[in-house]
Structure formats: structure tokens, C-alpha cells
């Protein structure tokens, strides 16, 4: 297609391999290198799927209109602020960054170029919450659980932006109102930064939020719980199950039949291909992504906040120094 946009992949690890994978089937785009300071990597990855491997994402400036940075957190910054500088189009892997202040620079240059980025909170993108988004209606009460095994993968974050971050964003598009305080509680396990942690988010509108993540688990579970006026939905997030209940009579008189039970039918789809094909809709509408910069920033702000209640509370409990340099 003459039309088609040029892609990279700047990181050709585990997520970047997926990335590279559904821009090279997407009709959309045309993927023309994978990029890896990993040579090796680089050549694998760009092979499997049709495309030139490099090991300087600066060597694709010019030749690309779009890329999906998959490397590590840290290096978020560095390569999303390059790459915008150079006017190209960005989806960066969630978290956004690993600061506020550097997210923030991040959203303002995007802005100020009129590029497109777009934040990776891949379960925006899934069929399960675009079914909970169309079906709650003033959420009160949330109670979400994200936990895995142990995995190296992942461990230069701490377990609210590696883990605990995807229901933040989901809680907060799903709320739809600001978040005035937070009160958490977490610790190392395994690791040298927070493995296990558990917030308590109150938002502008009066809905609260009790968020729980750990990667020190012995099973995987994704499940999502809300309470509304008149509604309980209960979601499994990882089995794409929506249950539920909901009053349409007065119980006192009607009994059990005054309770309908709900069921709905998720649709199985690729929220990573979904979440792909946003990206590049939005670069040839010049749209607004649905996770962009400031959603990012937000979402990173409560995650900032919950990581500086827990410092505040093991300070208290046990006497602990400051985890924000932990591991560095």
C-alpha cells in the first residue's frame, strides 16, 4: 500500500517482539526495522518478521513515521523525547515514564509538535472494558486483585508500575473524575523494590477504589469488582468474564425476582492489536489517542503517590529508610 505508514520497533525484547509481530500483519503499516542495542536480538526479531534490524534507534530518524519504544522504564525518556524531537509519532509502553516531571515533558512536546503519543495501558484496549465502560453507570466502590508469580522480568520497576498501574488506569477512565488521596501499603519480597502492595484511592467523586498487585503469588489472577447504585458487576479480567447483579423492583415486596442477574458475552480479541490499530488510526486522523500523554501523566502521578505512601508508612511501622533509591 502506498499509503502505508513506516513503523520501527525501538527494543526487541518480549514486548517488542509482540509489537513487531501485529505491525507487521496490520495492512496499515509497513514495518521497516526493529531496533536493539542486542545485535543479536536485533537480527532475530527484524528476520521473523520482514523487517531491517539497527542497533541505534537515532539511525531510523527520517525513516519512519511511527514507533512503539518497548525498552525499559528507565529508558523511557531518553528515546520517546528523541524520537518526538525528531518528529515521529510515539506508542511507548506503559508506564509512560518513570517521573511525573519527565511524563509531563513528554505530553507537552508531543503536543507541541501535534504528534500522536499514545501510552500503552494495554487493557483500555480490551474487550472487557469496553464492555464495563458501557455498562456501569456512577461507580462507587471498586476492589481490583493483579498477581502473578515471581518473574525477573520486569523488576526494575516496583510492582505499582509494573503490575498495579494497568487497573489504576482502568479505575480512573472508568471513574472519570479526579484523584484527591491515596492511602497504600507495601513492601519488598523478593526484590529490592516494592513486590507486594495494596492501595486505598478516593476520587473527587466520592467513588473509592481498593487496588491490590503482587508479583510474589503462587497463581496468575486479573479480577475486577464494582459497585454501583443499584448494580454489582464482578470481572474476571483474565478469562473475559462479566457477572453480575441488578435491582429493577423494590425486594421488600417482590423478593428475589426484584434482582436480575446479569451476564455478558466478552468477545475474544487481541487488545495488543487493538490497542495497535489505534495508534495508527489516530496518526491518519489526527486524533486524540484514548490513552494519551496526560492520561499517561495521571496515571503515574497516582502511581507516584501510592509509592509515597508506602515509603511514609514502612518508615513508620519499621524504622525503614527510603525505598525510592532502592536498587540504584
Not at 513515521?65 to 509502553?93: F, K, M, N, R
Not at 523488576?155 to 489504576?168: R, Y
Not at 468477545?267 to 495497535?276: F, G, M, T, V
Not at 489526527?286 to 490513552?291: E, F, I
Request: glycine fraction near 8%; charge should be negative.
Amino acid at each position: 500500500m502506498a499509503d502505508q505508514i513506516r513503523v520501527a520497533v525501538v527494543g526487541a525484547g518480549y514486548f517488542g517482539r509482540f509489537h513487531a509481530d501485529h505491525y507487521s500483519r496490520n495492512p496499515r503499516a509497513k514495518l521497516v526495522a526493529v531496533v536493539d542495542t542486542n545485535e543479536e536480538r536485533a537480527r532475530a526479531v527484524a528476520t521473523e518478521f520482514g523487517a531491517e534490524p539497527a542497533f541505534d534507534y537515532r539511525s531510523i530518524f527520517g525513516r519512519v513515521d511511527a514507533v512503539s519504544v518497548a525498552v525499559p522504564t528507565p529508558l523511557h525518556y531518553q528515546i520517546a523525547h528523541a524520537l518526538l524531537d525528531a518528529g515521529v509519532h510515539i506508542l511507548v509502553e506503559k508506564p509512560i515514564t518513570d517521573s511525573v516531571e519527565s511524563a509531563s515533558t513528554l505530553a507537552s512536546l508531543a503536543e507541541a509538535r501535534g504528534l500522536v503519543l499514545q501510552v500503552g495501558h494495554i487493557e483500555r484496549f480490551s474487550s472487557s472494558y469496553n464492555t464495563l465502560a458501557k455498562v456501569i453507570t456512577q461507580p462507587l466502590y471498586f476492589e481490583s486483585y493483579r498477581i502473578a508469580p515471581w518473574k525477573n522480568r520486569g523488576v526494575e520497576v516496583d510492582v505499582i508500575l509494573d503490575l498495579m498501574i494497568h487497573d489504576i488506569d482502568m479505575i480512573i477512565g472508568l471513574v472519570d473524575s479526579p484523584v484527591i488521596k491515596v492511602d497504600a501499603v507495601g513492601t519488598p519480597v523478593l526484590g529490592q523494590r516494592i513486590d507486594v502492595a495494596n492501595a486505598r484511592i478516593t476520587f473527587a467523586s466520592g467513588c473509592v477504589a481498593n487496588v491490590t498487585a503482587s508479583r510474589v503469588a503462587y497463581k496468575m489472577e486479573r479480577r475486577m469488582r464494582v459497585f454501583a447504585r443499584k448494580q454489582y458487576l464482578s470481572c474476571d479480567l483474565g478469562e473475559g468474564r462479566i457477572t453480575g447483579y441488578r435491582l429493577r423492583g423494590d425486594p421488600m415486596t417482590e423478593g428475589l425476582a426484584a434482582i436480575a442477574m446479569e451476564s455478558y458475552e466478552i468477545p475474544k480479541q487481541d487488545s495488543l492489536a487493538n490497542e495497535i490499530e489505534a495508534f495508527l488510526g489516530c496518526i491518519t486522523k489526527g486524533s486524540k489517542p484514548l490513552v494519551d500523554g496526560r492520561a499517561g501523566c495521571e496515571a503515574l502521578r497516582v502511581a507516584s503517590l501510592i509509592n509515597e505512601s508506602i515509603e511514609e508508612h514502612l518508615q513508620k511501622v519499621q524504622g525503614e529508610p527510603s525505598l525510592s533509591a532502592a536498587g540504584e
